[in-house]
């Protein structure tokens, strides 16, 4: 782990225009590429305390060994070069899209003597009209076997199509008048390709003018008696439309737009885009990512918007992109999507109207895509086995653990310091088991003190409700020293249990709830240091059959007590995936509550009972000490210097502080358990 004090550049050295830079390993390979308007400011950013970086950022840093940057003209020069570099390097870093499946398009080959429609996947060529994608291949046939009626060009192979030039016999769609033959001289080239030419037309959104002149001939044809003839029109007019009905009308000013919606958790994200053409929904694609860099929901655009344009040129790029949330530069990638397309884009948040309900279906969806995505490993069988076997066996476990419990520490610089446990059995989240804590037995921010406080109180209870039911009356006495009071970092002694109407055998099956039941894994969100605080509340209470380990979030390393190397296992395991789903479970639940705790706490501060003080003089008291802590230990003299704050004031603050005692939540005074519903772990 590098220190990235001993790569920084020097004070004045970077300059302060706009440009692109890269961080590189000690190997030389390029981790992370990134762009800036200034770019001394924003690597400025990357060189400061590594504890206030955000914990990817951190493990960005520490992993790069060097920085160099390239300086350009304008901000939209630093957009194409960032772009170039990440397809070319393909920094790990770095946010990178990837389909979840190949999606088919519907295209025409113009670059050909003869053009073709078929269906492609894959990179586009040159020269090529592409029009989606769709989500099925059958989709796409389903569309051009209604519109060979009316447009009958060739969609034979080349080797067919040579074949049939070369016997002068058409293949059967010449016999049926689905394909005009060309291969036999039925058509002239120019006439063919002004066949394909009007069918882009007609896919592109220019429907009205096809319709209008079918139905207009077939009345003429009608008119003068030719009634085969116009019951042939009248059918193509009615396949035509057919074809319309399959891509509903969504906006009625017939846009052409891409609509992006984005949807994101801590770890992944998912874009969901709808191709919308003449008004009419023409194709949809998602993409799913990890999230290997701190990046918020604009920055998560910009990438979309990268991926999607990067390659694209012309009518690709529409006249109009609709977004959750404008990159940080829109001014800049506006302009570069007007490079891509030759004429304006209009880069957007829709505000109203049918674009703005549109947008919410593409976020429904994208919002499904992510769940679907997260749930379709956790929700197969064979994947949760394998998962746990690969746990068990990176963890050197004798069997897999089918039950795993994970604890996480929160707080607010070390104000409303609380735990929370959550429990997976079978790979699947048993949230009527989880539990949340109060952290009682210090004052102050400790998370290993925390840590172990936690696991001896959860384990001590645990034994207590063995020995309560009788199955440990024969079992040996715990060979670690109990902890006590004289104990530093230890947890108070155990309270005699208080009867609880739940808390003991069930009536109608006899089963113990609670803590009744040990995991055979126990996972702390943390590194080696919470993984020995919870190895050793273990040992203190006899306790040898319970395998501990940590998850550290820097490098998503694997700790286990007494080894002085981690376990990495690889970033595509199963069992990595499990493990990082039950750590971010535990911290959501963790962080959930200390926020519940917090705002109540704010909501019933002791500045209530101070006369005269309103809401704007409690807010400017509250952001000038950083918390009430930290304004409960000021002095009167300190108080005062807040603006708008007098003496009298401020000598009312003190005595409401040095009056109130401080607030608690109810808690099982055996288990420091939280208490004030009737069950703590149904809340989420």
Known sequence: MADPSSYRPKPGQIPDSPGVYKFRDEHRRVIYVGKAKNLRQRLANYFQDLAGLHPRTRTMVTTAASVEWTVVSTEVEALQLEYSWIKEFDPRFNVKYRDDKSY???????????????VMRGAKKKGVRYFGPYGHAWAIRETVDLMLRVFPVRTCSAGVFKNAERTGRPCLLGYIGKCSAPCVGRVTPEEHRELAEDFCDFMAGRTGTYIRRLEKDMMQAAEEMEYERAARLRDDAEALKRAMEKSAVVLADATDADLIAVAEDELEAAVQIFHVRGGRVRGQR?????????????????????????????????????????????????????????????????????????????????????????????????????????????????????????????????????????????????????????????????????????????????????????????????????????????????EPAIPDPGDGPREDDGRPRRFAYPPQLVVVDGGQPQVAAAKRALDELGIDDIAVCGLAKRLEEVWLPDDDDPVVLPRSSEGLYLLQRIRDEAHRFAITYQRAKRAKRIRTSPLDDVPGLGETRKQALIKHFGSVKKLRQATIDEIREVPGIGRKTAESVAAAFAAAAPAAPAVNTATGEIIEEDDGGSTT
């Open 286 to 494: 998602g993409w799913v990512t990890d999230k290997v860099e701190a990046v918020d929901t604009s920055g998560l655009v910009e990438h979309a918007l990268q991926q999607l344009y990067g390659e694209e040129a012309g009518d690709a790029v529409p006249k109009e992109v609709l977004v959750p949330a404008l990159p940080e530069d829109p001014d800049a990638v506006s302009q570069w999507l007007a490079g891509r397309r030759g004429s304006q884009v209009s880069l957007r948040i829709p505000q109203r109207g049918d674009k703005k309900d549109l947008m919410v279906t593409v976020q429904r969806n994208a919002q499904q895509a992510l769940g679907l995505h997260k749930t379709k490993r956790a929700s197969d069988l064979t994947t949760r086995s394998r998962a746990l076997e690969e746990i068990a066996e990176a963890l050197g476990l004798d069997t897999a653990p089918l039950r795993v419990e994970c604890f996480d520490i929160s707080h607010l610089q070390g104000d409303d310091v609380v735990a929370s446990m959550v429990v997976f059995e079978d790979g699947l989240a048993r949230k009527s088991e989880y539990r949340r804590f109060q952290i009682k037995g210090f004052e102050g921010q400790d998370d290993v003190r925390s840590m172990h406080e936690v696991i001896g109180r959860r384990f001590k209870r645990y034994l207590q409700e063995k020995e309560r039911t009788g199955e440990w009356e024969d079992a040996p006495a715990p060979t670690g020293p109990v902890p006590g009071p004289s104990s530093p970092g230890a947890p108070a002694p155990a």
């Open 104 to 118: 088919p398009y519907l295209a025409v080959t113009l670059n050909e003597d003869f053009p073709r429609v078929q």
